[in-house]
């Protein structure tokens, strides 16, 4: 019996995801799969013996609004968790950011998620 090797093999290697160009040219080789697995990752682990689900809040990839005096500035987080903040159950409710200043609670936990093109960041 003759083992044929596959034809991929003869190439040094293929490209990765930060070889290729990106839905953003500035941000090479984003999004990724591990982007999105990560922050889920995350939030099924995140379980606290001390807080009911309903009263914190995690999120990923939403705006983080955290200077009254700068109403502009933000950081949208892959992930963050806020103990103490309520989480809304009603899809009329649901944030569509999170503002510091109107919420009165900062964030317990942030989680920026580093890859090769933003890791000097």
């Not at 200077?67 to 009603?90: C, I």
């Not at 409710?93 to 960041?121: C, H, K």
Request: aromatic fraction near 12%; hydrophobic fraction near 30%; charge should be negative.
């Amino acid at each position: 019996m003759v083992q044929l090797q596959p034809s991929y093999s003869k190439q040094k290697s293929l490209p990765t995801m930060y070889d290729l160009p990106s839905e953003d040219p500035e941000e090479l080789g984003l999004p990724d799969e591990f982007h999105d697995f990560q922050p889920n990752l995350l939030t099924q682990t995140c379980q606290s013996p001390h807080h009911l689900r309903e009263d914190y809040f995690i999120a990923k990839d939403l705006n983080l609004y955290y200077d009254r005096q700068h109403t502009h500035w933000y950081k949208r987080p892959d992930w963050f968790l806020v103990l103490g903040a309520r989480r809304s159950t009603n899809l009329q409710e649901l944030r569509l950011s999170y503002v510091i200043w109107q919420e009165e609670v900062n964030p317990f936990l942030v989680v920026e998620l580093a890859s090769p093109g933003t890791e000097d960041e």
